[in-house]
């Protein structure tokens, strides 16, 4: 696609390498994303696994659709549907709001939640670390 005709698309819509270099993108991406030069720097940590799929496949395959986690400009979070498709080389990146971003914004609450979870499946991981470290002590007595 000319890159001149890529500027005006109505979305946020990115062309990317396969490692995730952004090579060009529309004008509306900046109004959601903060200019970046990687792909990598707005995807959030707990969707990188789904990112990967998208970014690993075969070139002109089939159009790949996952829902993703992206950094907006307030440096808060926002749910997008994000779909790729691949021609000779070059990822082609929609992605459009899954809904209103009032909605989809992650919120300190929900965050405190996620850490809850997080702190109860480390102490969980942390009695079973140290019930193994137990049985290998008492075998090697």
Known sequence: MDTGTTKWIPVPYFQISQEGTILNCSHITHSYFHTTSNIWNIIHKEDRNKAIVMLSQNANSDPITKHL???????????????????????????????????????????????????????????????????????KH
């Open 69 to 139: 986690i992206l950094k907006i400009r307030n440096n808060l979070f926002g749910n997008f549907k994000c779909t790729i498709q691949w021609k000779d080389g070059i990822g082609h990146l929609v992605c459009t709001e899954a809904k209103s971003i009032k909605d989809s914004i992650i919120t300190p609450s929900s965050v405190q939640k996620s850490l809850i979870n997080t702190q109860k499946r480390l102490e969980e991981s942390e009695k079973h670390l140290n019930n193994v470290a137990k049985i290998v002590s008492i075998r």
